[in-house]
């Protein structure tokens, strides 16, 4: 079962479809391991940016840039998908 999205980026749905799909069929412990990977980076930017620019600044950058840049931020997103779903499949076979 595929998740559809508007944008129809490969056969079968965008790359947030495609990650969904394989992250509900794949060997389950590769998707945790996978998904702990992306939470553990994310805690360690925020970390560091929070570290270098105070975390009230931090959560306003955050605020800003995700209505300044929603079309970057879009495709840095589908990047994202893109890679996470080639990393679980990579190690799924």
Same mark, same amino acid.
């Given at each position: 079962?595929?998740?559809?999205?508007?944008?129809?980026?490969?056969?079968?749905?965008?790359?947030?479809?495609?990650?969904?799909?394989?992250?509900?069929?794949?060997?389950?412990?590769?998707? &945790?391991? $996978?998904?702990? %990977?992306?939470?553990?980076? *994310?805690?360690?930017?925020?970390? #560091? +940016?929070?570290?270098?620019?105070?975390?009230?600044?931090?959560?306003?950058?955050?605020?800003?840039?995700?209505?300044?840049?929603?079309? &970057?931020? $879009?495709?840095? %997103?589908?990047?994202?998908? *893109?890679?996470?779903?080639?990393? #679980? +499949?990579?190690?799924?076979?």
């Amino acid at each position: 079962m595929f998740f559809e999205d508007e944008e129809d980026i490969f056969t079968g749905g965008s790359p947030k479809a495609k990650f969904f799909d394989i992250v509900y069929n794949a060997n389950r412990n590769l998707v &945790e391991s $996978e998904l702990d %990977k992306m939470v553990e980076r *994310i805690c360690i930017l925020e970390m #560091i +940016l929070g570290e270098k620019i105070g975390e009230e600044a931090l959560e306003e950058e955050v605020r800003k840039r995700s209505y300044a840049l929603s079309s &970057e931020l $879009e495709s840095c %997103k589908s990047d994202k998908y *893109i890679e996470y779903t080639a990393n #679980i +499949l990579t190690q799924n076979e």
